[in-house]
């Protein structure tokens, strides 16, 4: 293939296909070089609202915007090929009505480029899911910890363990396989639950925090990296970005400060 060939990109009947064959690998992207680096390694990238945490210090995903996402997941759509990109339609973007959903999900996949959006939501949103999948717009639904909900749950709490519990999010996730969602995400999923759901659905399930159960899993990238101190407890790091990154600068600054950078081959001179 040459070098210019655009390679196919993953669609909603491949991914589904995965499910009970191989496992689904997906991985947040907010960014065009980290898109590109991630890319060739899975078969979704997820543009999540959890951006307004991870790149702007936000103590909630409350504060995103419709505009923000779109930034974000312009640039991951242009740096990627393969992958399936995903946009999280952030708070108060899909709440207030099917309508609502249609122009902002509309609009996200027009400026975007993106696959397909994603919504958290249950029984709740399914006329909206249903709304959109009707109309052409691919929806992931996601239930279990839902971090929009975080001022009505009063925090970021694993679900399933009560037979309530239980019983909601099998009636959640029913509901939004039922309205079209062409793939259920478990976040914070009590593990034993979250394999029953995989069985019980015929739609596969992407799980953060809800164990080998699910059809693939999802982390936020740059904990898997090691870039923060605290990371959830079902994150395993696969690197130590942040020690990288503080060694780096370290080793930059006493450069700097020694006179040694820049030095002869990093310096421009005009050759009359
Ligand atoms: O916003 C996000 O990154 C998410 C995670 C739960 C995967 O939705």
Known sequence: ???????????????????????????????????????????????????????????????????????????????????????????????????QAFENAARIMKETGCAAVKLEGGVEMAETVRFLTERGIPVMAHTGLKPQHVHTTGGYRYQGKTDEEKAALLEDAM????????????????????????????????????????????????????LFERTPKFVKTYGNMKEMIEQAVVDYAQDVRDGVFPEGKQTLKVVS
């Open 1 to 99: 293939m040459s070098k210019h060939t655009p390679k196919k990109r993953q669609t909603v009947r491949n991914i589904q296909q995965k499910k009970g064959q191989e496992p689904i690998v997906v991985l947040t992207a907010y960014s065009a070089p980290m898109a590109a680096l991630l890319d060739p390694h899975v078969d979704m990238l997820l543009v999540g609202d959890s951006l307004g945490m991870v790149l702007y210090g936000m103590d909630s995903t409350l504060g995103v915007s419709v505009d923000l996402m779109i930034a974000h997941a312009k640039a991951v759509v242009s740096a990627s090929e393969s992958a399936f990109v995903i946009v999280d339609m952030p708070f108060g973007s899909y709440q207030l009505s099917p309508e």
């Open 175 to 226: 509901a939004g396989q039922e309205a079209g969602a062409f793939a259920m995400l478990l976040e914070c999923v009590e593990n034993d639950v979250a394999a029953e759901l995989t069985r019980k659905l015929t739609i596969p399930t992407i799980g953060i925090g809800a164990g080998a159960g699910c059809d693939g899993q999802v982390l936020v990238t740059e904990d898997m990296l090691g």
